[in-house]
């Protein structure tokens, strides 16, 4: 399967804290993105690292790459009530997105 | 304009029924997807359309159809379905397959009974 795997299933912090989500994934890619979605509706893109980049920053996200792990991880940093949501990553094997199994993070205020 | 929009956003059908969900873009997105998402699960590919033509089909049952009939719009055309076909059916856009990241719509939650 080409589907990624991700760690933890589920987080639950205070507001405030910092949230680390992580992805696996098999095989070549040539991107990598994370999504969240809130309330079984619709999904937001939050970032995309590409296959050579090793780090990207989005406002209090942080998305690194290792292709030789063949992992990537997500932090949401100073996390608000409002992050609360489902998180997937999402390998790009060629024209096909595959989302992994996703986190669900709860934070607390 | 910056969304995807699908109609309708709930659907009830019977197993004998047919149905069709549409979708709309007005990106200029060259690239469009049709997804299933069960609950508590992550969406699954069903169909990619590149410039209007069909890449991709992951195996999936000839009960779901799918047309672009152009560049900006994407259907998905339901006969016969199954209750275990009830889901969450999500569309989305890129300007380029895999290669940006995708606008999704908020999707068209489908019981079959």
């Known amino acids: 399967s080409q589907q990624g795997e991700e760690d933890p299933q589920a987080l639950s912090i205070q507001e405030g804290e910092n949230a680390t989500m992580n992805c696996s994934y098999k095989t070549s890619i040539n991107n990598l993105q994370w999504y969240r979605q809130n309330s079984g509706r619709g999904l937001v893109h939050l970032i995309l690292i590409r296959s050579n980049e090793r780090e990207k920053h989005s406002g209090r996200l942080r998305v690194t790459l290792d292709t030789s792990k063949k992992s990537s991880s997500l932090l949401i940093t100073a996390s608000r009530a409002a992050d609360t949501a489902s998180y997937f990553c999402?390998?790009?094997?060629?024209?096909?997105?595959?989302f992994g199994a996703g986190t669900i993070l709860r934070v607390k205020s | 304009d910056t969304e995807v929009t699908q109609t309708p956003k709930h659907l009830v059908m019977g197993m004998t029924n047919k149905k069709s969900l549409k979708c709309e873009q007005h990106?200029?997105?060259?690239?469009m997807y049709w997804y299933k998402q069960k609950a508590k699960k992550p969406p699954e590919l069903m169909f990619v359309?590149?410039?209007?033509?069909?890449?991709i089909n992951e195996s999936v049952p000839s009960r779901f159809s799918p047309e672009c009939p152009n560049s900006s719009l994407l259907n998905l055309h339901l006969h016969a379905l199954q209750p275990e076909d009830s889901a969450l059916y999500l569309c989305?856009?890129?300007?380029?397959?895999?290669?940006?990241?995708?606008?999704f719509g908020s999707g068209t939650r489908l019981t079959v009974v």
């Open positions: 989305a856009s890129s300007q380029d397959a895999g290669r940006e990241g995708y606008t």
């Open positions: 990106m200029g997105h060259r690239a």
């Open positions: 999402a390998p790009s094997y060629g024209n096909k997105l595959v």
């Open positions: 359309y590149s410039y209007e033509k069909l890449s």
